[in-house]
């Protein structure tokens, strides 16, 4: 029985069980009885009951299942197949016995490996036969434990609660659990970095050639793991694109909220917010094939050398990118300044624009200040643009027109390709999402802490 | 009803001139307000005298508040909202498409129900308006702009220690002062009140009014309000507006004492409204 069916089955059961929990109560009910909960609730907590651990048995048992088999199989193996095998030639075995065993015959195997492959579907079938039974089981017998446990003065309304309550909580903790594992495997591989390279040479060296040699007797470079450059590529784009979506964003949400009327805003919103919709791969695109060439072009017919990855070109495409973004926190943060201030100041006689300048602008700078610190961390963690439009090369720059690379584009090609995870060029790549991570968590708790201290400052 | 406003010259300036003394400082006359479709008031023709506190009355939704935003032009700052009909402020048509609406807002000070200062401090709460308009330099002409407005809105003493801070620190009743003063800072002819106390606990509504009292010497102040007792109290002359129309207007003594329409004598003894 696949454990599909099996699931199916055991739904089935639960509504089974919802009924019977239901009829019971009603009839409990209509015996005159006082009721604690409603029939309903006798329902849930009959279903529940009934559904509830047969679904989680038959999750850790699917999980647990295949390494329990493989193990047994395995040990089963003559000694002349296992002796003196390391663990990563026994994976192989393993998976050769497992296509045997799923009839995927190439040449002519050991027996042992034939045996072994019967073997493992035998027990692949008794597990699955176990399983089905327990489960089953466990569904009919919580059913029953459930049905027994009703009354009318069962507190079904507040069992019902705590369920679901303890429901919630498992899928926050998952939350959190997987957040810190991210985290956790993150800090591993970065201190498995920084034994090879020291911390202080990482973060201030001013030389950045992770090529390392690939075998001991090669002739390379020695590889510069200084991060200086790299960190200043990623701000430097942020700092251009910021300077492109800061006052376009800004000016668009100050005209869309105080200037612009019910027909044309219900038409530019949702269009600036398509801006939003589109996947950054597309804006790579237009990076390289469109603003690039552009930039060079026009950088050429002044007279001026600019690279073909330039900074300006990655940093100003980055920028329209973060439009939508800063339009839409300094629309809501403008838009949530009181009518008030704004008669206050008409009724003194002020114009719009000195109204926005002197009253809607201070009174919404935590809210846009929020927004642009979350726009400045998405930049320094965007990938795509950069790694198609920025260059490769680190360089300490301060002309746009040049090619600089970023963090993230360093992380990608320091990963991409045949890399061996224990050297210093592929352990770089954590030290830097590390620094990464580091730098826009940092970024966004302050952003989120100015802008609650905005919206507090209304209600 | 006195339709004297309405011979006078619109461009000879001259405004004309009660039989009580007061001369006419605002005249409006046949003014409709239209919100979209929906007509908000009718036909209102009304004289207000300078230097008085003119009370208008009525229950919610009768139009009040929406004629006294006529007669700053705030209802500009609603796209839907239209007027016809014309104010005219010392004889010069305020509606005329040669008056700039922000200018006259200089001249016409508006106080809102809900106190609206600034999240600036007191200081700059008070100068915001003299700034924009350039009639004061920063440094000690505007000092005394400030210290002069807060002592006529009574709340010089309370907060003269405490100019940098933030005036949406001070009591509700403080802040409709800090209102005040701002709104005389600009040093307005006309001050609008729109309901100015409703948001504010007894004392604090007994101080505004005292101010009211004395502001009418320098000032013409025309107050929206809920309550009779406060028209009764503050004001020489008041309106009552029902549904959309200015049913009467008289002096104060007489509308409380002897309405001359059954609508009004229904509304202040507690019929409707």
Known sequence: MSATTLLAIVLALSLIGYLWGRANAGALKRAG????????????????????????????????????????????????????????????????????????????????????????????????????????????????????????????????????????????????????????????????????????????????????????????????????????????????????????????????????????????????????????????????????????????????????????????????MLIPFISSFADDAISAVPQSMRDGSYALGATKAETIRQVLLPAALPGIVGGVLLAVSRAIGETMIVVMAAGLTATLTANPLEGVTTVTVQIVTLLIGDTEFDSPKTLAAFGLGLVLFISTLALNIVALQVVKRYRERYE | MDKTAETTGVLSGAAATRTDGHEIKVAASNVSVFYGEKQALFDVTIDIPGRQVMAFIGPSGCGKSTFLRCINRMNDTIDICSVTGTIEIDGANIYDPKIDPVLLRARVGMVFQKPNPFPKSIYDNICYGPRIHGKARAGSEMDEIVEVSLKRAGLWNEVKDRLKEPGTGLSGGQQQRLCIARAIAVNPEVILMDEPCSALDPIATARIEELIDELRERYTIVIVTHSMQQAARVSQRAAFFHLGRLVEEGETDLIFTNPSDQRTQDYITGRFG
Not at chain 1, 40 to 50: K, P, R, T
Not at chain 1, 177 to 186: C, H, M, R, V
Not at chain 1, 210 to 222: F, L, N, W
Not at chain 1, 290 to 309: H, K, Y
Request: one cysteine or more; a neutral charge.
């Open chain 1, 33 to 320: 009885q006082g009721m604690h909960s409603i029939p309903a609730y006798h329902g849930y907590f009959v279903a529940l009951s009934c559904g509830v651990p047969a679904f989680l048995l038959v999750l850790i048992w699917l999980a647990a299942q295949n390494t329990i088999i493989d193990s047994i199989v395995l040990a089963g193996l003559p000694s002349y197949v296992t002796d003196g095998v390391e663990s990563s030639r026994m994976s192989l075995i393993a998976s050769e016995i497992k296509g045997i065993a799923g009839g995927r015959i190439f040449g002519t195997p050991d027996q042992a490996l034939i045996d072994a492959a019967e073997r493992y579907n035998a027990l692949r079938g008794i597990a699955s036969l176990g399983m089905a039974v327990c489960a089953l089981a466990l569904a009919i017998g919580g059913m029953i434990y459930a049905r027994s446990r009703l009354s009318p003065e069962f507190r079904a309304r507040n069992r019902v609660d705590n369920i679901i309550r303890w429901g919630l909580i498992v899928c926050s903790i998952l939350a959190i659990l997987t957040t810190l594992g991210i985290i956790l495997s993150l800090v591993i591989e970065s201190l498995a970095f920084f034994a090879r390279v020291p911390v202080f040479s990482f973060l201030f060296g001013l030389e950045w050639s992770p090529q390392t040699p690939m075998r001991a007797d090669q002739v390379a470079a020695a590889g510069a793991f200084g991060a200086v450059p790299v960190f200043w590529g990623t701000i430097f784009i942020s700092a251009i694109a910021m300077f492109v979506a800061l006052p376009v964003g800004l000016f668009s949400a100050i005209y869309l909220v105080e200037y612009a009327n019910h027909r044309v805003r219900s038409v530019v919103k949702p269009l600036l917010e398509i801006l939003a919709g589109i996947p950054t791969i597309v804006y790579g695109f237009f990076a390289i094939l469109t603003v690039a060439p552009m930039i060079r072009e026009f950088g050429i017919s002044m007279g001026l050398s600019v690279a073909s990855n330039s900074a300006l070109a990655a940093g100003s495409v980055m920028g329209i």
